[in-house]
Nanobody, 121 residues
Framework: QVQLVESGGGLVQAGGSLRLSCAAS????????MGWYRQAPGKQREVVAV???????NYADSVKGRFTISRDNAKKTVYLQMNSLKPEDTAVYYC???????????????WGQGTQVTVSS
């Protein structure tokens, strides 16, 4: 079983910064992708940023130039540096990992418990 533990959420004023971390534990032969999603009240969950094993990254248009995703593969940890935060960034942020537990396994999706990010105006 794979577990994802997130940290780093909180309350910040507009224009401020926060850094989220998500560490994976358990059986992981490989982790093809790790990323961050968010869900604001009354809205659907949306992708924020994804980091792929080959080094490529994807960002939502709304966060390009402000957020940076990075990975430490040795620690099985993904980070999200969020700068120039806006009130519309307020949401619960979820870590996601696409994990291949064993060499013979299919990829499986795992989610963290979520961490609240609140940006005040």
């Amino acid at each position: 079983q794979v577990q994802l533990v997130e940290s780093g959420g909180g309350l910040v004023q507009a224009g401020g910064s926060l850094r989220l971390s998500c560490a994976a534990s358990g059986i992981t032969f490989s982790i093809p992708a790790m990323g961050w999603y968010r869900q604001a009240p009354g809205k659907q969950r949306e992708v924020v940023a994804v980091s792929h094993n080959g080094g490529s990254t994807n960002y939502a248009d709304s966060v390009k130039g402000r957020f940076t995703i990075s990975r430490d593969n040795a620690k099985k940890t993904v980070y999200l540096q969020m700068n120039s935060l806006k009130p519309e960034d307020t949401a619960v942020y979820y870590c996601n990992a696409v994990v291949r537990p064993y060499y013979y396994s299919d990829n499986r999706d795992y989610w963290g418990q979520g961490t609240q990010v609140t940006v005040s105006s």
